[in-house]
């Protein structure tokens, strides 16, 4: 069945040529059939009329945490009164994870997941991380890839109590990287101070490697490391963080395919330095936003919110922020099939209360998702039943 959407203020496509005005797309099944002016539109099965109204390509959100169970608000009221952030606190979410059924972890994930949704992602990575035991990290694994768009293993997320970090790094890259492989895509290490330095780091990327996952890195999020070196050496996906960066960290990610992930979410939760998305930028690197979200430094699923902030904050154009939300983010996961709107994408919209993408850092803060189109599926947005 084909659908005409049309009357279109605004659409953001993510291919050359910029918005265009007056625009209308076919979806047929799963995918996007046609795109181009209102005017010229082919014969569809049936019509809708987004009535003037801005479409861009639903968020891709490529750097979450959402298995786990607990709650960290009073770490988060210490931060905001000035104690500092350390990778410590993972620890708390580790305990309550571990004590939680899968009935809970699983129920907790739809629903921050279908929060998302309602909000425009249409695409999610989601990482283990808070079991740190081969048993909690399959199990993390097995329930994100029961609902989550893209996994990730992040068994090397912190040294957790009774081990030694040799000791750690053997159940890592052995016993648990075996029991995790089966349901996820990628792998991540936490290379920061306090977590895992360039040599444990490198270890998990190459055992990661070698079993046939790509990779991802966080790094450079509490101060000047390596996290940025190892992740451009061994070709991974994305560096996530990115706060503090060198000259030679932003060369070195500029002449690679290494996408720099920014979470500016985080950076303002945490209190540290917002990522030099401009600087980045400008070097001819290629940037993603995503949210991170988690329960201990970000948490929301707002990728509205995000963008707002690369907008008003960190010195993007509302285009090269909605881009580093979709497109930048679908690079971030090298997928090709989402992130942009043309001919034989995926059909996933996301329709705005608002003539313009601009109105997302024009009106922060208000809530302007219209629809949302997944799978060429439209989803009933209107959140859970009142209390």
């Known amino acids: 069945m084909a659908i005409l959407i049309t009357d279109i203020g605004e659409l953001t496509t993510n291919t050359e040529g910029g918005p265009l005005r007056e625009a209308a797309v076919v979806v047929e099944g799963e995918r996007i059939a046609w795109v181009g002016s209102a005017s010229a539109a082919p ?24 298995v786990f169970a607990g709650d960290r ?3 988060f009221e210490a931060r905001m009164a000035g104690a500092p952030y350390r990778a410590g606190g993972i620890a708390t979410t580790v305990a309550a994870t571990r004590a939680a059924t899968d009935a809970t972890l699983s129920t907790n994930l739809a629903r921050h997941i279908a929060e998302a949704r309602r909000q425009g992602t249409t695409c999610l990575e989601t990482k283990t991380g808070y079991g740190l035991n081969v048993a909690d990290e399959r199990r993390s694994a097995r329930l994100a890839a029961e609902i989550a768009d893209e996994v990730t293993y992040l068994g090397a997320h912190l040294i957790p109590e009774g081990y030694s970090a040799d000791a750690y790094l053997d159940l890592v890259c052995g016993e648990m990287l075996d029991a995790v492989a089966p349901f996820v895509r990628w792998a991540d290490v936490f290379c920061e101070t306090g977590a895992f330095d360039a040599d444990q780091s490198d270890r998990v990327l190459r055992a990661a490697a070698a079993r046939g996952l790509g990779l991802r890195v966080h790094g450079n999020q509490l101060g000047h490391g390596p996290g940025v070196q190892l992740a451009v050496r061994h070709g991974a996906a994305s560096v996530d963080h990115c706060a503090y960066l060198t000259d030679a960290d932003i060369e070195a990610l500029a002449a690679s395919d290494t996408v720099a992930t920014v979470l500016p979410a985080c950076d303002l939760s945490t209190r540290q330095p917002l990522a030099p998305a401009r600087r980045l930028l400008d070097a001819g690197v290629t940037v993603a936003i995503a949210s991170n979200a988690n329960p201990g430094t970000s948490y929301t699923t707002s990728m509205a919110y995000c963008v707002a902030t690369a907008v008003l904050q960190m010195g993007l154009s509302v285009a090269e922020a909605v881009y580093a939300a979709t497109a930048g983010g679908a690079k971030a996961l090298r997928r090709t099939d989402i992130g942009s709107i043309a001919a034989g994408t995926r059909a996933d919209l996301h329709v705005l209360d608002a003539p313009s993408a601009t109105h997302l850092a ?3 803060g208000v809530p302007l998702t219209a629809a949302v189109w997944l799978q060429g599926q439209r989803l009933d947005i209107s959140g859970p039943d009142p209390i």
């Open 43 to 66: 014969a569809a099965d049936a019509r809708v009329s987004v009535d003037g109204r801005a479409v861009l390509p639903g968020w891709v959100d490529s750097h979450t945490h959402l």
């Open 73 to 75: 608000t009073a770490e």
């Open 362 to 364: 024009y009106r922060p």
